[in-house]
Nanobody
Framework: QVQLVESGGGSVQSGGSLRLSCVAPGMLSKASFRIYRAAWYRQAPGKQRELVASISPDGTTDYLQFVQGRFTISRANDRKSVYLQMNNLKFEDTAVYYC????????????WGQGMQVTVSS
């Protein structure tokens, strides 16, 4: 199954920073990647998966209120990559983080990453 390749997860103390990265597979062209909406989701134990941040093809961003001002999502279309810079991490940010890209035009299609653990110790 085709998946996005994620990296950058790990453990950090409260107040620390991490940068998550996600790369689309080779089968997806740069031209196609450009029209995909990209997003980061997370799922904490016992909770539903929630949308953390998203970035549209035109660069418009949206954030979960709890991470507003601490997290920054960005994309590099020439590298088919999506990033999530996480600063001032809090214990409540502990979760498995997933990268997602979804086509914004034509037939619906999306890809997910395998998920990676982010653990913030208080």
């Amino acid at each position: 199954q085709v998946q996005l390749v994620e990296s950058g997860g790990g453990s950090v103390q409260s107040g620390g920073s991490l940068r998550l990265s996600c790369v689309a597979p080779g089968m997806l062209s740069k031209a196609s990647f450009r029209i995909y909406r990209a997003a980061w989701y997370r799922q904490a134990p016992g909770k539903q998966r929630e949308l953390v941040a998203s970035i549209s093809p035109d660069g418009t961003t949206d954030y979960l209120q709890f991470v507003q001002g601490r997290f920054t999502i960005s994309r590099a279309n020439d590298r088919k990559s999506v990033y999530l810079q996480m600063n001032n991490l809090k214990f409540e940010d502990t979760a498995v983080y997933y990268c997602n890209i979804a086509r914004t035009t034509g037939q619906a299609y999306e890809l997910w990453g395998q998920g990676m653990q982010v653990t913030v110790s208080s």
